[in-house]
Structures are given as C-alpha cells and as structure tokens.
C-alpha cells in the first residue's frame, strides 16, 4: 500500500513499530549502563499520558510509557507534524503555530488536547511548561495528573530569593549574600561592599544565564544592576534582583533527588556539569571526578533536606557550586528532569522517567538510600546544530541531509529526536541529540565517547562534534582540573578547531 494512503492513525503505528525496532539500540549499552524499566501488570498507572514537550525528551518519555504499557499522546506544533515525537505516540494533537508562545506554551491548546484525547495524567519534560505552577493547577482543576511536583514546591524553587531562605531554614549551605530584594544602584553597591568583592549580582526569576553579571567594584555593580535589571524585565517581566558572593572558579555540580508523596527522600549521586558556555551546560558526566564519599554524602544529605522542607514529590535537582576546598553551596533547584538525566541512569540503574510515573500515581518509592549504588562513569556530551567557532555556539539551522548515530557501537546511548530529512528550526533548541557513553572506569567512558563522536555523521547543519571531541580529549578535561571557566580559559580566543603539533606528537592540543 502506497505510504500517501495510510491513516494517519495506521502511519503513526508503522512508525512507531519501526521507530522501536531502531531506537531499542538507545540503551543497547553493557548490561550495568542500562537503566531498567520494570513493567508490573498489578501496578496500575494511567491508561494515556500527555507529553507536553517535543524533541528528544518527548521521545524518551514515550519510550518508558511503552515499556509501561501506557498509551501516549502528542502536542506538536504546525511544522512539528513530521517531527519523531509525534510519529512515535499513539496520537498526535496540533496545538497551534510554530511560535512557543503559540504551541508548547499554548496552555488553552493543550488543555483542549487533554480533553479530546481523554489524558489523564502529564508529563511536561523539561523547558516550556515543566515549571510553571499556572499549569500545574490548571490540570488539578481538571482532575488531570501533573507528572511533577506539586504548587507549591514549583513556587517556592523557582523564585531564586525564596529559595534560599528555605534552604538556609533547611540548613542547607548558602552562598554568602543578600536575602532581599536590591533596589537601587547605591544600595547595591553597599551590599556588595558588604558582602566583599567579587560579587554576582542576579536576576531573582531568572535562568539560562540571563541577568547575571560579575561585578569586582563599585563601578561595575552600579553598571551590572543597570543592565541586570534592564534584561530580567524583557526576559522574565520581573526585574528583582539578589547580590551574592561570587565563587571564583567554581564547579557546578548537582545532586539528583528522588521523592514520593509519603515522606520518603533519595539522592541518586552527582553529574558534574562544569563545562559550559553562557551559563550553559556541553559536557556533564556522572560520578564527578572531586568528590570523596565524605563530601558526596554531606551534599546529598542537604539536597534531600531541601526536598523535604518544600514536601517535594517527583524527581528533582538540587545544584550545588563547589569551591576549591569542596566547600559547597546551594544554587537553585530545578523541579523537573534534567536534560542531563541519562548519566545518572547510566550508573544507578533507575529509570527516573518510570519514577516519575510512579510517584505521581501515589506509590511509595522501591528502594532505599543504601540500595543506590555508583555502578561504573557515565559521561554526556550535549549535540547541537551549532557554529561552535562563533562563541563557543551559535544556532545553525538546515535540514539534516544525512544523520547516522553511532549506535553501532557498544556502551552509547543516543537519545534523540530526529531522524534524517529532519529540520533544525528557528522556533527551538538546536539540539540534535544526548550522547552518552558508559565504562567500568572514566577512561573507558572517554574512550567510548570519543569513538562515538567519531562515528557519528551529521550533513546539512553545522555541529559542535569538533569542540566536543576537543573538550573529551584535552589533557586538563583529563585530569579532571576543570571548573565552569574552562572553555574561556583554554580557549580564550575562542574556539579555532583541532590545532596541530609538528614538534613531537602529531596530536597536541590548542
């Protein structure tokens, strides 16, 4: 039967069949690397889950809730028709025009397509709606399960200043700083006197790296709270700023948490996230190389803390900057699922997606802090469709002329959500995949990422695979000597590509 004359519904099926068939190679790893999804027929979920997000996280929510058993349904916008996430679920549901703010941020869309389809629960993966409280009482009003944390916990998380009085309350270390709202210039540089320079002084609503500025005197803290407060008024309609202490050459590193509704609380390890551009993260790898069991435990302690001091329900991330010394300090919570969650899968062995489902459904958590191991390094490199000699990575957009993932290697995960023909839009992320790659030890999980970086075959857009594969291989990303100024530092004229060395070995780095 010809392909144009398929139902929609049946065309979805094919592909979906097809889809599986290929991407069952995603977690193909060595057995320790593969997270487990544990169908229980006696343990009911839900019958259909709404996955209000695109891209390669509504392909791996769709993976879990087939393994579930759970049926899925699809938001795309007009020119996301074609798009994997929509081919892979059971049904697809347009939710308006390429625009955000008129498709994936469409709340009246999307609550329309939970009705029609008869949803009963939603998984909003990360971005778009996944933290907005708006959303989540819209969907309790309706009887519809929120696949998170409840109001509240959003709330009191994603407010920088009220976070960190409830950390602080929770005796969880904090970044030495002022806990109110700075209103004016003079008062800034007070506080900033205060507190001792250097100071970062940052949008309260923020994210993503706007609003925030260095300030190393009184001049540069009036400039930065006159931009600062210029910038998170357009980015977020709010412009509160807080002044804290600046960590000079930090380490970003973050503890997964795990919680149910019945009081219980896990850490699931660290990702250490260090290696970024624009408050970004490109490469984050699970354990990290700096901590010690002693300072593993302290943070994961705190992070459960705050988990419960907020009631926290669901998976979450609590983000840490760590100092030289491994002093620690709380940075914000995230109340969703990382885009970097696969390396903590990869060494613990949980399917926090299946987690998720289960606690919103009202279950206990299954194991216990002694039960969750450190099994073997995980390491992540984030694929974007991206010039990455153009400050470290501005957007490229095109279609994928040919797209092969290098997953017929052994110990890598690809979680994408393209396929070749795919277009990379102006309207979203550039990203075109996760790669992750798994080892006993750290060594080998490089190695492996390296080969896979070096198979993977992307034409049409450019990519950052060459700073990748730089960033992996450079002597002090080796030794573990990093910190979240590394690409500045090793590359202060920015990335120029693979620099070769006549003098002895022909593979020396920039």
Known sequence: MAAHSLSPSLYRLLFAVKYASLHSRC??????????????????????????????????????????????????????????????????????????????????????????????????????????????????????????????????????????????????????????????????????????????IKAS????????????????????????????????????????????????????????????????NERECSIQRRNQKVVEEAPSTFLDSVTRQAMGEQAVQLAKAVQYSSAGTVEFLVDSKKNFYFLEMNTRLQVEHPITECITGLDLVEQMIRVAKGYR?????????????????????????KSFGLPSIGRLSQYHEPLNLSNVRVDSGIQEGSDISIYYDPMISKLVTYGATRSEALARMEDALDNYVIRGVTHNIPLLREIITHPRFISGDISTNFLPEVYPDGFKGHQWSWAGSNKGQE
């Open 27 to 200: 977690c193909a790893v060595h057995k320790k690397a593969q997270y487990s999804t544990i169908y229980n027929p006696s343990e009911k979920t839900f019958e259909k889950i709404l996955i209000a997000n695109r891209g390669e996280i509504a392909c791996r929510v769709i993976k879990t809730c087939k393994k579930m058993g759970i049926k899925t349904v699809a938001v795309h916008s007009d020119v996301d028709s074609s798009a994997v996430h929509a081919k892979m679920a059971d049904e697809a549901v347009c939710v308006g025009p390429a625009p955000t703010s008129k498709s994936y941020l469409n709340m009246d869309a999307i609550m329309d397509a939970i009705r029609t389809t008869g949803a009963q629960a939603v998984h909003p993966g990360y971005g778009f709606l996944s933290e907005n409280k708006e959303f989540a009482k819209r969907l309790a009003a309706e009887g519809v399960t929120f696949i998170g944390p409840d109001t509240h916990a959003i709330q009191a998380m994603g407010d920088k200043i009220e976070s960190k009085l409830i950390a602080k309350a929770a005796k969880v270390n904090t970044i030495p700083g002022f806990d109110g709202v700075v209103k004016t210039a003079e008062e800034a540089v007070k506080i900033a006197q205060d507190i001792g320079y250097p100071v970062m």
């Open 205 to 268: 609503a923020g994210g993503g790296g706007k609003g925030m500025r260095i300030a190393w005197n009184d001049e540069e803290t009036r400039e930065g709270f006159r931009f600062s407060s210029q910038e998170a008024a357009s980015s977020f309609g709010d412009d509160r700023l807080l002044i804290e202490k600046y960590i000079d050459n930090p380490r970003h590193i973050e503890i997964q948490v795990l919680a149910d509704k019945h009081g219980n609380a896990l850490w699931l």
């Open 365 to 389: 958590l299954q194991h216990k802090q002694e039960d969750i191991p450190i099994n073997g390094w995980a390491i992540e490199s984030r694929v974007y469709a991206e010039d990455p000699y």
